[in-house]
C-alpha cells in the first residue's frame, strides 16, 4: 500500500498519482487511469477539481461569490471534465462481445461516418469530427456490432488528445478486439484551437488516416476504401 492511501487528508489526486507511479505506468493526458481509481473515488476527485476550478476563476478576478453567471460554474465545469469530455482516462473501455466470423466474411466491411468530440490536449479547446473505419476481415477475425466501433470510439476520444495519437490509439484498441487481415481508419475534425484562437480560421480542418495490414501492402484495396467515403469536403 502507498503511504499516501493511509493518509485522510492527502487529496484523493495525490492518492491516485501515486498508485500510477508504483506501478510504473504513464498517466498522459490521453491515457486512461481507471484501473487505479478506486470506487468513490471519482466522486471525491470531483470535489477537488470543483475547489481548484473555484481557485482559477477567483486568480481571473471573477467574483463567483456575486455573479448569478458563474456561482456554480466552478462545479459545471468539473462535472465537465471528469463526466463528460474527459471521460474516457477515468473510466474503464465499454464492454465489446465478440462474435466468430461463422460466414467467413472476407470482403471489405467500412463503418462511418461517425461522429466524434474530443479536445486538443494542447488548449483544452473542442475537436469536433468524423470518421470511417474500414476492415477486411479473415475467417479468424472476430465480429463485434456496429455500434460498438462508435462506443470504442467515443472512449478514445473522451480525453484531451491530438488527433494524430488519438487514430493511432483506436486502430490499436480495435486490431486487439478483432484481428482482422486489414484495418483502415480517417479521421477528419476541426479544431478550435484554430477557429476560436490563434488564427482564427473557422474553415480548416485536419484529415490524418492509419492504415494496418492489406491496406498498407495494397493500394488497390486502400483507393477502394478512399473512394468510398463520403466525405463532405
Avoid at 466491411?109 to 469536433?128: K, N
Wanted: glycine share 6%; charged share 25%.
Amino acid at each position: 500500500m502507498n503511504p499516501a492511501d493511509d493518509n485522510e487528508g492527502t487529496p484523493v489526486s495525490i492518492k491516485i498519482r501515486e498508485r500510477i507511479k508504483a506501478s510504473r505506468q504513464r498517466f498522459h493526458s490521453n491515457d486512461n487511469i481507471a484501473e487505479f481509481i478506486r470506487p468513490g473515488e471519482l466522486e471525491a476527485l470531483l470535489d477537488e477539481v470543483t475547489d481548484k476550478m473555484r481557485g482559477v476563476l477567483d486568480s481571473m478576478v471573477i467574483d463567483t461569490e456575486n455573479d448569478h453567471n458563474t456561482s456554480d460554474t466552478a462545479r459545471r465545469v468539473a462535472k465537465m471534465y471528469l463526466n463528460e469530455v474527459f471521460k474516457g482516462r477515468y473510466v474503464k473501455g465499454p464492454e465489446v462481445t465478440e462474435f466468430p466470423n461463422a460466414e467467413h466474411l472476407n470482403e471489405l466491411m467500412i463503418v462511418g461516418p461517425i461522429t466524434v468530440r474530443s479536445a486538443c490536449s494542447h488548449h483544452f479547446c473542442p475537436v469536433i469530427g468524423q470518421i470511417w473505419i474500414g476492415v477486411l476481415p479473415n475467417e479468424h477475425t472476430n465480429v463485434i456490432g456496429l455500434s460498438k466501433y462508435a462506443r470504442l470510439a467515443e472512449w478514445i476520444m473522451g480525453r484531451p488528445q491530438i488527433q494524430e495519437e488519438a487514430v493511432v490509439q483506436l486502430a490499436d484498441l480495435i486490431q486487439e478486439k478483432t484481428s482482422p487481415d486489414g484495418l483502415a481508419i480517417v479521421m477528419e475534425a476541426s479544431h478550435f484551437c484554430m477557429g476560436w484562437r490563434g488564427v482564427k480560421d473557422m474553415d480548416s480542418k485536419m484529415i490524418n488516416s492509419v492504415m494496418r495490414g492489406v491496406f498498407l501492402k495494397d493500394a488497390n484495396l486502400r483507393r477502394e476504401f478512399l473512394s468510398l467515403i463520403p466525405r463532405k469536403g
